[in-house]
């Protein structure tokens, strides 16, 4: 059974960081690329982050590129997404993605920017 258990979401005030991880099971998760969407209130889904098999290379979204930092343990089955200097537009539910055939999915975790 496919599992992928997002984490290290919560409240942080605009500029701060957050880094969320992504814990996986029930596929072999080397073989896939993982990456980070996310979805804000009465907002289309967006993809944010994308790591390859090996780590490298990483693909970004414009919005986010020289803030955030995708990377990827294989030994622990883990993708992370480090978040730096956070904006209020950054307020979203973040999910995590695992593709070889077809993707999966994670529950998400909430991340809020405020004051």
């Known amino acids: 059974q496919v599992q992928l258990v997002e984490s290290g979401g919560g409240l942080v005030q605009p500029g701060g960081s957050l880094r969320l991880s992504c814990a996986t099971s029930?596929?072999?998760?080397?073989?896939?690329?993982m990456s980070w969407y996310r979805q804000a209130p009465g907002k289309e889904r967006e993809l944010v982050a994308t790591?390859?098999?090996?780590?490298?290379?990483?693909t970004y979204a414009d919005s986010v590129k020289g803030r955030f930092s995708i990377s990827r343990d294989n030994a622990q089955r883990t993708v992370y997404l480090q978040m730096n200097n956070l904006k209020p537009e950054d307020t979203a539910v973040y999910y995590c993605?695992?593709?070889?055939?077809?993707?999966?999915w994670g529950q998400g975790t909430q991340v809020t920017v405020s004051r």
């Open positions: 993605t695992a593709l070889l055939v077809r993707r999966y």
């Open positions: 029930g596929f072999t998760f080397s073989t896939y690329v």
């Open positions: 790591i390859t098999r090996a780590g490298d290379p990483t």
